[in-house]
C-alpha cells in the first residue's frame, strides 16, 4: 500500500465480492462499514442465510449495514455519518442513487466483471460464456447513476476457455478484480486520477437471467445448447425436464460423434464421458445433472439408477 489507507465503505454481496473485501482488509485499507444485501430465505426450508460478505466481514469484526433501500433519507444520513473518502462496490447488487454516489469526497469505484462497455449489467459472467466470447476481463470503473455507464479508471483482459463455465470463469476474474482494485487505489493516492469514458460502440447489456432463460432448447445447435449450461453452471443452472421432473445439467461440451439425425432432446447414450443428447444440430455431452431434491452427480451414475438411452429430455 502507497501512503495512508483509505477511510472507505464496502458495498458487495456474492463470493465474487470477498477477495476484494479481503484484500481491502489485508493491505490495511480503513474499512469503515460493509453494506451488504439483507438476509433472505433461500431452498426448499426456505430458512434465512446471510450474504457471503456478511459473513466474511463479521468475522472481521467490521460493521455491517443491509438495507433493502438505499433510497430512505435515514440510510443516507447514516452512510454519510462514516464521512468516507470513497465507496468500493462489487456484484453489491443495487443501483446507487446519486444522494449515495454524493457522499464520498473522492468517488465510487466499482469492479464490474468484463470489459466495459461489453455486458453491463447484473449477469456479465454468464452472458459472457453464453455468447461465446473469447476474452472478457474486468473492469474498475467509477459510478455514476447509470447503469455501468461510469468512466473507466483500468481494466485487464482474460481469455475464455471452450471448457470453462461461469463458475470457473468468475473464480478467475474475481481476484483479478481485487488486485487492480489495489493497483488503482495506489494510483489514486499517486494522484494518477484516470477517468476515460466509455466508448459508445461495442454496447451489450448482460440482464438478470430469468427462469426462461434456464430451461434447455434442445432445438438449437449443440454449440448453443452448450454454451447456456456452461454459462449458468453453476448457479443459477440450466434445466429441463426428465420423466416430467425437473432435471439440471452441467458442464455440456459439443459431441464429435458423427450419425444419423435423431429427434431433439434424445438421449443417445451413456458413456463415462455423459450422457449424449441430440440437438436441433449436433449433440452434446452432459457429464452431471442433478435430479430436483436431489445431489449433483455423474450421468453415467444418475444412469444406473434411472433409465436415460432413448428418454428425451424437454
Not at 462496490?89 to 462497455?117: D, R
Not at 440450466?238 to 458423427?258: D, I
Request: net charge positive; hydrophobic share 45%; glycine share 8%.
Amino acid at each position: 500500500m502507497i501512503g495512508r489507507p483509505w477511510r472507505l465503505i464496502f458495498m458487495g454481496t456474492p463470493e465474487f465480492a470477498r477477495p476484494s473485501l479481503e484484500a481491502l482488509r489485508d493491505a490495511g485499507q480503513e474499512i469503515l462499514a460493509v453494506v451488504t444485501q439483507p438476509d433472505r430465505r433461500y431452498g426448499r426450508g426456505q430458512k434465512f442465510a446471510s450474504p457471503l460478505i456478511k459473513e466474511v466481514a463479521l468475522a472481521a469484526n467490521l460493521p455491517v449495514l443491509q438495507p433493502p433501500n438505499l433510497r430512505p433519507p435515514e440510510v443516507i444520513k447514516t452512510l454519510a455519518e462514516f464521512e468516507p473518502e470513497l465507496l468500493v462496490v462489487v456484484a453489491f447488487g443495487q443501483l446507487l442513487p446519486a444522494a449515495v454516489l454524493a457522499i464520498p469526497s473522492v468517488g465510487a469505484l466499482n469492479v464490474h466483471a468484463s470489459l466495459l462497455p461489453r455486458h453491463r449489467g447484473a449477469a456479465p459472467i454468464n452472458w459472457a460464456v453464453i455468447q461465446g466470447d473469447k476474452v472478457t476481463g474486468v473492469t474498475i470503473m467509477w459510478l455514476d447513476t447509470g447503469l455501468d455507464t461510469g468512466p473507466i479508471f483500468l481494466s485487464e483482459a482474460v481469455e475464455i476457455s471452450e471448457e470453462d463455465t461461469a463458475g470457473t470463469l468468475a473464480a478467475r476474474l474475481a481476484p483479478l478484480g481485487a488486485r487492480l482494485l489495489l493497483q488503482a487505489l495506489d494510483k489514486l493516492r499517486q494522484g494518477e486520477i484516470v477517468r476515460q469514458p466509455q466508448p459508445t460502440v461495442g454496447v451489450s447489456w448482460a440482464p438478470p437471467l430469468t427462469r426462461e432463460m434456464q430451461r434447455l432448447d434442445f432445438n438449437q445447435p449443440a454449440p448453443e445448447v452448450a454454451r447456456w449450461v456452461r454459462g449458468l453452471d453453476p448457479r443459477p443452472g440450466a434445466f429441463t425436464y426428465y420423466q416430467g421432473k425437473k432435471l439440471k445439467v452441467f458442464q455440456a461440451r459439443v459431441s464429435q460423434e458423427q450419425g444419423k439425425a435423431a429427434p431433439s432432446g434424445l438421449i443417445l447414450q451413456v458413456t463415462s464421458q455423459g450422457a449424449e443428447v441430440a440437438c436441433g444440430q449436433g449433440r452434446v455431452w452432459v457429464p452431471e445433472v442433478q435430479l430436483a431434491g436431489s445431489k449433483r452427480m455423474s450421468a453415467q451414475d444418475f444412469g444406473r439408477g434411472h433409465p436415460l438411452v432413448h428418454q428425451r429430455l424437454g
